[in-house]
């Protein structure tokens, strides 16, 4: 089931303690149960995947060609369709239901959701800049960006280049982040650090795609205390 992966809702930020005393920053998640609308198979679509519905939502929100959908798969609305490409489609069947146990033997996690929207911004706040001199010259424009462009050739503002516009409000992904603790009657799930966005963003959590190999704070805590226990060699 790591294939696959679950929606939810950023909380907000807390922390956890462990025995040792170490504090550990933390954003919690909420989930709600995604359920499986459709099973894609490789022969029709040329690829295998699940669609996944998450969330609820009114029967009055949606399109006619939605309300026929969901009629035909026997299932109430859901505000969110996913697809999560699979290896195997024989492991899921249409209708299950599955919450954040799939996250049980899970360490690391890739996170996925909006950053926070600044609205429009300059380039000093947008890009770094450092802005035109205070002095000689430079009056009303202190911040402004200066030349953008050439001469007559080639005549234009090159696509991609630095200027003022709008700041944040763009999908971001963060990698290898680790599960510091998962609540299962209350669909919640603790992970390490911040993620973008602010609360109640909506937020993508899979397994995380690349093999990680390093210790999680509960193993490193283990071993310090191993450690602890074995005791000191006599000085001679």
């Known amino acids: 089931m790591s294939e696959i992966g679950l929606i939810g809702k950023k ?3 807390s922390r956890e303690f462990y025995n040792t005393g170490q504090s550990v920053p933390v954003t919690v ?3 709600e149960k995604g359920r499986i609308i459709n099973v894609i198979e490789k022969d029709k679509r040329g690829y295998s995947a699940v669609q996944i519905g ?5 029967q009055s929100k949606l399109t006619k060609q939605m309300k026929g959908f969901f009629t035909k798969k026997n299932t109430e609305p859901k505000k969110k369709l996913k697809e999560f490409r699979v290896i195997d489609t024989n492991k899921y069947k249409e209708g299950n239901e599955f ?8 360490k690391f996690v890739d996170v996925q959701s909006r950053t926070i929207g600044k609205g429009f911004a300059g380039v000093m706040k947008r890009h770094n800049f450092s802005g035109l001199r205070a002095t000689h010259g430079v009056s009303v424009s202190h911040r402004s960006h200066g030349s953008t462009g050439q001469r007559q050739d080639p005549g234009k ?3 991609g280049k630095k200027m003022a516009g709008h700041m944040g409000s763009k999908i971001r992904k963060m990698q290898n982040l680790e599960i510091i603790r998962s609540d299962v009657e209350n669909n919640l799930l603790f992970i390490k650090g911040s993620i973008p966005g602010s609360k109640n963003t909506e937020v993508m959590v899979k397994k995380s795609i690349k093999n990680i ?3 999680n704070m509960k193993e490193k805590i283990e071993i310090l205390e191993k450690q602890k226990k074995i005791p000191e060699k006599k000085k001679k």
């Open 11 to 13: 909380i907000g930020m």
């Open 29 to 31: 998640i909420k989930f």
């Open 54 to 58: 998450f969330g609820k939502t009114k």
């Open 99 to 106: 919450g954040i146990e799939i996250f049980n033997e899970v």
């Open 157 to 159: 503002v090159f696509k």
């Open 213 to 215: 190999s390093k210790l």
